[in-house]
């Protein structure tokens, strides 16, 4: 042993050379175990029932107010039947899954000290934080898959066959239903990259999307009468289009009672869809930047 | 390939606050070396940065001669690690836990089966193989997390106060298995400010103090340090002995230079000299006929050495 100053090492530092260095497995693969051990302790946890719950709740209710008031506007064809009971539910219920599996995702590793055991194995950051999103992703999913089975459930019992009959638009708004459920899902790992403490992180994503885009939401549009494109929340509003039909983009709504004339904008799906992008990719990378710089203190 | 770890100029300031100024230090063989230091020293700001939890503002760490800043990854690969209690998920049980840390080192499924059983049973938590970890007290992850680091067999031990939360039979138990792991070929970094553990199970120490290394030096020449310094010896006898008597019998004894009462069966003797010295001492109070029934250093070479060491830091 030397207390002495030592030579100062090269670039990079020498190469390890016991041959057992190799046998590491790949980023890629790492990622993909990562997120298997982290999605078993999710299906686990009780997080993953309070989810369930709040779905399997969310379904009764939908189940049960069909049931007993029959709307002809939704039981004429499948289109109408899931732009009714799937969008708004789904929208909903990913804000929920968002919140639940992702809020502390990262802060989490700091508080509650996982991340020293997670860390101290032969991995990078990126590693973790993208076995911990793909985990996320894939609870989130099964969440609004029991969801959509519930709605088709339903969709099944009224409409018979002709709940399949054209399943295309339900798919495109699935698939644009994904697309947000990325988007939130880089924005929730965003602030949990930012805290390291869990209830700081699930709160200010649950405060800003419950009640904080809405009153922005609000803002733009009743103050600074713009279109808020540029807000999650409001591009979000193409996931029922497959199934419900576009809007016009500006409405003209005049308000019989104090006869005001206000200004509605729907998000085109140009807009709905590059703004959900933007927000994936932006705030999935941002977090990433964060995480790495985050220390174990 | 010779296992090793290496600080140079490895320093971290949080603000103002220098935690760790400057270490540098190499560590290599298979042996067991004691980080030592009183609280806020600094030593786990070091093992931190030697696990890249957390980033140095200068200097590198390297972990068998690969620089754990720059290449995480294959730096860790041959080293397992404990630092600060770390948590296991609580819905994993420890087999699978082992399954996924094992996996992540590429690992091979057969190989990481046995070698969960053989260190879950080194660490006493065999029964426990399958329960969720979620359900364990603090001792028993702490077991379950020394059985994690070993897992791989790594070349590269790094423990920070493995024995942090155990009660005394489990503390005694974590320092046999230190124990048992140095008759492989692995250096073992153990951070502690137990002395009689460092004492217990290391070859070697480094001193740290207010993040500065004070020494850095094999055990067995600890002693050395503290030159022809005086020594304190505890010597109890089995009945009360007079002043008198120990002025007039005990006080000439070559060594003894000064001597302070405990109790009346008690004494506490200042010594000079070292071992040798001491040895001629036990011979001629034994055979004074007073009863001596027990003789042994008030405090162990490592300890002196290192009050006297931390003193000197604070003034």
Not at chain 2, 112 to 136: H, S, Y
Request: charged share 20%; proline share 4%; with cysteine.
């Amino acid at each position: 042993m030397s207390a002495i100053p030592v030579p100062v090492p090269t670039e990079g530092g020498a190469a390890g050379g016991d041959g057992t260095l190799g046998q590491v497995p790949s980023t890629f693969q790492q990622v993909l175990l990562l997120s298997r051990y982290q999605f078993r302790d999710y299906l686990r946890s009780r997080r993953f029932i309070l989810m369930m719950a709040i779905v399997a709740a969310t379904g009764a209710i939908l189940t049960a107010v069909v049931a007993y008031f029959r709307p002809s506007s939704l039981l004429d064809n499948a289109n109408d039947f899931y732009g009714g009971l799937w969008a708004g539910g789904a929208t909903f219920l990913i804000l929920f899954a968002g919140i639940i599996f992702g809020g502390d995702a990262i802060a989490g590793e700091f508080q509650n000290k996982t991340g020293y055991f997670l860390m101290g194995l032969p991995v990078r950051r990126a590693t973790v934080y993208a076995g911990k999103y793909l985990a996320v992703l894939l609870a989130s999913l099964v969440s609004i898959l029991v969801y959509l089975a519930i709605i088709m459930g339903n969709g099944t019992y009224y409409l018979g066959v002709g709940a399949f009959s054209d399943l295309g638009p339900l798919a495109a708004s699935i698939a644009l239903a994904i697309l947000y459920l990325l988007a939130l899902m880089g924005f929730v790992f965003l602030f949990s990259s930012m805290f390291k403490t869990s209830v700081y992180a699930v709160l200010v994503v649950a405060v800003l999307f419950l009640f904080g885009f809405s009153i922005v939401q609000t803002v733009v549009l009743d103050l600074a009468h713009i279109e808020p494109w540029f807000m999650l929340s409001y591009a979000n509003g193409v996931i029922g289009y497959p199934l419900s039909g576009v809007p016009a983009h500006i409405q003209h709504v005049r308000n019989p009672f104090t006869r005001v004339t206000a200004t509605a904008y729907n998000p085109t799906y140009l807009e709905g869809i590059g703004v959900m992008l933007g927000y994936w990719i932006g705030t999935t990378f941002a977090g990433l930047f964060f995480f790495e710089r985050e220390e174990f203190t | 390939m010779t296992p090793s770890l290496e600080a140079v100029g490895l320093t971290k300031r949080f603000g103002s606050f220098t935690a760790l100024d400057h270490l540098n230090l190499k560590v290599e063989g298979a042996k067991c070396v004691g980080f030592l230091g009183p609280n806020g020293a600094g030593k786990t700001t070091t093992l931190k940065m030697f696990t890249d939890l957390i980033f140095p503002t200068e200097g590198q760490a390297f972990i068998n001669g690969v620089c754990v800043q720059t290449d995480r990854k294959q730096a860790l690969s041959t080293c397992g690690d404990l630092i600060e209690s770390p948590e296991i998920y609580p819905a994993l049980t420890p087999r699978e836990a082992f399954e996924m840390s094992g996996a992540l080192r590429g690992m091979r499924p057969e190989e990481i089966r046995a070698r969960t059983a053989i260190v879950l049973d080194e660490v006493k938590m065999t029964e426990w193989a399958n329960q969720k970890v979620g359900r364990f007290s603090k001792g028993m992850k702490q077991r379950v997390n020394i059985a994690a680091a070993l897992l791989s067999d790594p070349d590269v031990v790094i423990l920070d106060e493995p024995s942090t939360g155990l009660d005394p039979r489990g503390m005694a138990e974590v320092r046999s298995i230190v124990r048992g792991l140095k008759n492989e070929n692995r250096l073992i970094f153990m951070s502690s400010h137990i002395l009689s553990e460092v004492v217990d199970v290391c070859d070697e120490v480094a001193l740290l103090d207010r993040g500065k290394l004070l020494f850095a030096d094999r055990l067995a020449k600890v002693a050395d340090r503290l030159g022809g310094g005086v020594r304190g010896i505890e010597a109890e006898f089995t009945s009360p002995i007079d002043d008198a008597v120990v002025a007039e019998k005990v006080q000439p004894l070559p060594g003894v230079v000064s001597w302070s009462r405990e109790s009346p069966t008690r004494l506490t003797l200042q010594v000079k000299g070292g071992l040798p010295e001491q040895s001629r001492l036990l011979s001629q109070l034994a055979g004074l006929g007073l009863g001596l029934v027990s003789f042994r250093e008030s405090r162990s070479a490592l300890e002196e050495v290192y009050l006297r060491e931390i003193s000197v830091g604070d003034a």
